[in-house]
């Protein structure tokens, strides 16, 4: 059974920068599309990023310009470095494949964005 952790979350000021991993306990990356995922408060789960196994990404409008998704295939991980933070940005952020895969979402990390 796949297992991804995420990690980096954390308390931010606006402007700020955090970069987010994902990693998997086996390796999945050499043929999955990964995607970062996040869900604030009240609100449904979004897609983000994502970058699949050639390394094309793509991104949501609100974070395009700010974020970018990489992948490491050799160490099983996924990254989401966020610049420019906003408020809006506030959310617990989740990896997955793309589309995804129930069975495989984590407990996510807390990204709070905040003076």
């Known amino acids: 059974q796949v297992q991804l952790v995420e990690s980096g979350g954390g308390l931010v000021q606006p402007g700020g920068s955090l970069r987010l991993s994902c990693a998997a306990s086996r390796s999945i990356f050499s043929i999955d599309t990964m995607g970062w995922y996040r869900q604030a408060p009240g609100k449904q789960r979004e897609l983000v990023a994502y970058i699949n196994s050639g390394g094309s990404t793509n991104y949501a409008d609100s974070v395009k310009g700010r974020f970018t998704i990489s992948r490491d295939n050799a160490k ?40």
């Open 76 to 115: 099983n991980t996924v990254y989401l470095q966020m610049n420019s933070l906003k408020p809006e940005d506030t959310a617990v952020y989740y990896c997955n494949t793309r589309p995804i895969r129930v069975n495989l979402w984590g407990r996510g990390t807390l990204v709070t964005v905040s003076s």
